[in-house]
Each structure stands twice: as structure tokens, then as C-alpha cells.
Nanobody, 121 residues
Framework: QVQLVESGGGLVQAGGSLRLSCAAS????????MGWYRQAPGKQRELVAV???????TYANSVKGRFTISRDNAKNTINLQMNSLEPEDTDVYYC???????????????WGQGTQVTVSS
């Protein structure tokens, strides 16, 4: 069993910044990809940013140049630094991690409960 706990969401004005954090705990042997996704009510969940275990990153076009994902493998955490926030960034943000519980097991995806980000105009 793996738990992903997100923090750092909240309400900010347009142009402001937030820093989201996600910490994985539980039965963890190794984590490959970790990333952030977001979802508005009635819409499909979409990728925001992903970082692999060796540091490769992928960003949604809408956040390139504004958001930065980082990773601390020793702490099993990722962060998302969000700058120049826009009202369109308002969503529930979810953390995802691909986790292997044992060395002989396989990787599977785990999701956090989500954290609300609201950007006012």
C-alpha cells in the first residue's frame, strides 16, 4: 500500500505563485515516474508535468516556462513550482507515482487525493 499526500494548494491572485508538494510513503521499493495532473469538473484529467527517475521532464504546453517540476529521490517527493499563475490554471491538482513495492514486483500507479488551486483575476 502506498499513500501520496499533496500540499501547497490554495488561493492566489493572477500573476502569483504557489508551490505544490507530494510525498509518497508506505510500501515502496522504487518509484519510476512521478507527476502532476489536473482536472476541472466535467473535464478529463490532463498531464501538467512529469519527471522520470533519472530527471527527464515533460510539461503541458500551457504551463511551459511558468511551471517547474522537481524531484527528491531520497525523500520520495516531488514539487511543482507554479509561477505567473493564470485563472485558467484553476483546477484540482493530483499527484501520481509509479511504484514498485518489492524488487521482484512490478510498477503500478498510485494517486493522491488532490489539492485545490484557485487563481483569481
Amino acid at each position: 500500500q502506498v499513500q501520496l499526500v499533496e500540499s501547497g494548494g490554495g488561493l492566489v491572485q493572477a500573476g502569483g505563485s504557489l508551490r505544490l508538494s507530494c510525498a509518497a510513503s508506505g510500501i515502496i521499493n522504487r518509484i519510476n515516474d512521478m507527476g502532476w495532473y489536473r482536472q476541472a469538473p466535467g473535464k478529463q484529467r490532463e498531464l501538467v508535468a512529469v519527471v522520470t527517475s533519472d530527471g527527464r521532464t515533460t510539461y503541458a504546453n500551457s504551463v511551459k516556462g511558468r511551471f517547474t517540476i522537481s524531484r527528491d529521490n531520497a525523500k520520495n517527493t516531488i514539487n511543482l513550482q507554479m509561477n505567473s499563475l493564470e485563472p485558467e490554471d484553476t483546477d484540482v491538482y493530483y499527484c501520481k507515482a509509479g511504484v514498485r513495492n518489492t524488487p521482484w514486483g512490478q510498477f503500478r500507479d498510485y494517486w493522491g487525493q488532490g489539492t485545490q488551486v484557485t487563481v483569481s483575476s
